[in-house]
């Protein structure tokens, strides 16, 4: 590894060392006849090239040290520099993992930012790196409106086409946000990560958005090295991919000759700026010292493939062009060359020294910030909005509308929801509560496949887009990883999104977004970028004569282990209103992540113990708060506590009932949150009686019920604890489910075993002293 970064920089020192020097040209003037780029262009973006190519010097030389942790570089993309130079540093950006010398350039021109500091410190995991704290190397920075993004290849794609939709929305619906209306996205990845699934899926949103004649200013830049760590890209494949889609206007440029890169940048950044529509620009680059410090591709890659590349060096071509252009001398070029060189080591021995992360409490602060007093205030406040307390809207035809909350409830209930303080179903409640928060926060948009125009496969979303328009209620591709891609946007652009996945099972091909995108922004940008979002989701299985395994999903065991992702799960529907409060509360004020599980199978379930009660209606209140880990208790039986969670709840209430005509005394503990578990009250209700079943009905291997047993050992309950669930299978069609599924007999016959096997051994003892109490009169 050193010696590949002492021969990068000895050549880049031989090579204009033994440069003539030309006649001198002023600066200012075009550096080239018939271009429009001066000299001062090009020396501005040869430093930042040249600082781009230094830090990454420096970074192999900390690692091979041990004093530094990332060596994945930049080295051979410095022409992206080009890119940062014709875009506004107010354009937010989303960078590829090797867009370092676009970073030096943005930072370089926002007063007061330090690009060798900032990527240094980074690169030493200092807890004084300005964007992740020393939790990891990224390229980000919220002064110069750089997102920071993970490693996950194309990953970030989805959020930024959300980005780009959003910025324009939030202008035309009045939301405050952090970028101007007429920005442009930066868009930057690999040539390796347009074969993705997520790069493919997010670009034809993109173009299909576009299609539509809805706004969609985003720029993204293919940085094709030609190989994606040891797999080669055929030279012509980015251009058959994207050279010739309708829709989509390409540009294509060599990223190792500057005034090429930033002709071509700055024509397609105004285009996209003009037009409010996607294009793309393929960036023709090199890979210089391999894919990371671990790397060695002389095993992979022929000796006269690594020499061409080496011929290409950006940074090098554009000292050249400086030279011979007469802007400098070679002696000019190589006294800010190593002057640059020696600032970074410099600034490299400063960094080492500085303090890293000692405690996981400092690790995790970023993670599930939660204040639940703004919260609540939040979830309960009346609606503040101006004039009348009513705010314009449009609707599809573009009239102008005004909706209150006292409208959207008649309204709602117009459109077959019941009307504030009737009794509900949980559906009705769900919709009426949308309808709710919509009238009263204008930074609320609801969308998803289905949910406007048809207003969702249950009806949940029915008669919103008609209410509010389809500008804050409306349909979108059928693609989850656009819909969550959408909502991740929409979060950085100042609104509180409510997207909706179809069913459970879809969610699982977009779970990255959420684990790997959602949950990760405030880790790695220290809390300085969020995503305020709720992800409603229809799920679970119990539904009669439909659907099979992908409309009655149980598995929620990828959603557990999220770092500070809220996992909510209402069975009733006064719940479900003031938990959905909670969490879009939650969301705005903390930037939470919240996932909202809406049990199908009691969409629209009146009864509980007999046809007709109506015992599973309930009267939402917009009065009533519902903390996040609180749970729920009915009952206040003495002889067990039976836990369980959406459709596990009303079996679990009937169960009750049948063991109270056996003497058993029962109360059901509803958990309403899946993460955090309320802990609290589980323990509490635990030791009020003893026994715990936990009634899960999710599969055994993964699902809730580990976590709750798990939750009460670790607390000390010491008391009899025992499970019942679904079993560890998909969910079959017809009535082969019931095989499979957890049941009211299963739990009832549970929860007799363990009353048994704990009232068993208090029995022998009262017989054995009976026993003895009689011998004892025989005498």
């Known amino acids: 590894m050193t010696e590949q970064v002492v021969d990068l920089d000895e050549r ?55 004093r530094g942790y990332y060596s994945i570089g930049s080295s051979g993309h410095e022409g992206n520099a080009a890119i940062a130079a014709a875009l506004r540093t107010s354009d937010p ?104 699934s997520t790069a493919a899926g997010a670009i034809n949103a993109a173009v299909h958005t576009a299609h539509q004649g809805i706004p969609m200013p985003i720029l993204f830049v293919c940085e094709d090295n030609g190989i994606g760590i040891s ?80 011929l290409g060096d950006p940074v090098l071509a554009t000292a050249r062009l400086l030279v011979d252009s007469g802007v400098a001398t ?28 000692t405690s996981a409490t400092v690790v995790t602060a970023p993670i599930g910030r939660s204040r639940p007093g703004l919260v609540r205030a939040d979830a309960l406040r009346a609606e503040r909005l101006p004039d009348d307390r009513r705010w314009a809207s449009r609707d599809r035809a573009g009239t102008d509308q005004t909706i209150s909350r006292t409208d959207a409830s008649h309204l709602s209930s117009a459109n077959g929801a019941a009307a504030q303080g009737d009794p509900m179903t949980l559906a009705q409640a769900v919709n009426n509560t949308l309808a709710d928060l919509l009238a009263r926060d204008r930074d609320v948009l609801v969308f998803g496949e289905d949910v406007g125009r048809k207003g969702g496969v249950y009806g949940v979303t029915k008669g919103l887009q008609k209410m509010f328009g389809a500008r804050r209620v409306f349909d979108t591709l059928l693609d989850e990883q656009a819909v969550l891609g959408t909502a991740l946007g929409a979060a950085l652009a100042g609104f509180v999104p409510i997207p909706e996945i179809q069913y459970l099972a879809y969610l699982h091909n ?18 300085r970028y969020r995503n305020p979002m709720v992800v409603r989701i229809a799920g679970y299985a119990y539904q009669k004569g439909f659907g099979g395994h992908f409309h009655n999903d149980n598995s929620i065991a990828a959603l557990r282990d999220i770092p500070g992702v809220v996992l909510a799960s209402p069975s009733r529907a006064d719940d479900a209103a003031a938990m959905l409060r909670t969490c879009v509360s939650a969301a705005r004020v903390d930037g939470r992540v919240c996932l909202f599980l809406e049990p199908i199978a009691l969409y629209h379930t009146r009864d509980l113990h007999t046809s007709g009660d109506d015992g599973w209606l309930a009267r939402p209140s917009r009065t009533e708060h519902v903390e996040i880990g ?150």
């Open 510 to 527: 977009a779970a990255d977004q959420i684990r790997g995108e959602a949950a990760t922004l405030s880790f790695f940008s220290d809390g």
């Open 330 to 357: 070679p002696a000019d070029v190589l006294d800010c060359y190593s002057d640059l060189g020696r600032r970074v080591a410099a600034t490299a021995e400063i960094v080492c020294r500085e303090p890293k992360l």
């Open 12 to 66: 880049f020192r031989t090579a204009i060392a033994g440069l003539e020097p030309r006649p001198g040209r002023p600066a200012s003037q075009p550096i080239a006849p018939g271009s429009a780029i001066t000299g001062a262009a090009c020396l501005e973006l040869f430093e930042s090239q040249a600082t781009s190519r230094h830090l990454d010097l420096a970074a192999r030389r900390l690692g091979s040290a041990r």
């Open 93 to 196: 950006a989303l960078l590829h993992y090797r867009s370092g010398a676009f970073f030096v350039h943005r930072s370089r021109r926002v007063p007061g930012l330090d690009p060798i500091r900032d990527v240094l410190l980074g690169v030493v995991a200092a807890a004084a790196d300005p964007i992740s704290g020393g939790r990891h190397k990224v390229f980000g920075s919220a002064a110069a409106n750089v997102i920071p993004q993970t490693s996950t290849i194309a990953s970030h794609l989805p959020r930024a086409v959300g980005l780009a939709f959003a910025i324009d929305r939030a202008a035309r619906l009045g939301v405050s946000g952090p970028w101007p209306p007429d920005s442009v996205v930066l868009c930057s990845f690999g040539d390796a990560s347009v074969n993705h």
């Open 231 to 310: 797999v080669p890209t055929q030279p012509d494949w980015i251009e058959q991919a994207y050279g010739h889609r309708p829709g989509l206007r390409y540009f294509s440029a060599d990223g190792c000759d500057a005034l090429d890169a930033l002709t071509t940048a700055s024509t397609a950044a105004q285009w996209v700026r003009d037009n409010r529509a996607p294009a793309f620009v393929r960036l023709r680059t090199v890979r210089l010292l391999g894919h990371a410090g671990s790397d060695v591709e002389a095993a992979y890659r022929r000796p006269a493939d690594i020499a061409a590349d080496l």
């Open 630 to 779: 609180r749970a729920r208790v009915y009952g206040d039986g003495t002889d067990l506590t039976l836990v369980s969670f959406a459709n596990g709840v009303p079996m679990s209430l009937r169960v009750a009932r049948r063991l109270a005509r056996r003497g058993i005394h029962a109360r059901v503990l509803d958990l309403r949150w899946l993460a955090p578990l309320p802990v609290d009250d589980l323990l509490a209700h635990a030791c009020a009686t003893g026994r715990v079943l936990v009634a899960d009905e999710t599969r055994r291997s993964g699902g809730m019920s580990e976590a709750v047993c798990a939750a009460l050992i670790d607390a000390g309950f010491s008391g009899r604890l025992a499970r019942v669930t679904s079993e560890d299978s998909f969910v079959p069609l017809g009535p082969a489910a019931d095989t499979v599924l957890l049941d009211e007999n299963r739990i009832d016959a549970a929860a007799r075993a363990l009353v048994a096997e704990a009232t068993a051994p208090d029995a022998r003892r009262a017989e054995a002293r009976q026993s003895g109490e009689s011998d004892s009169g025989r005498e």
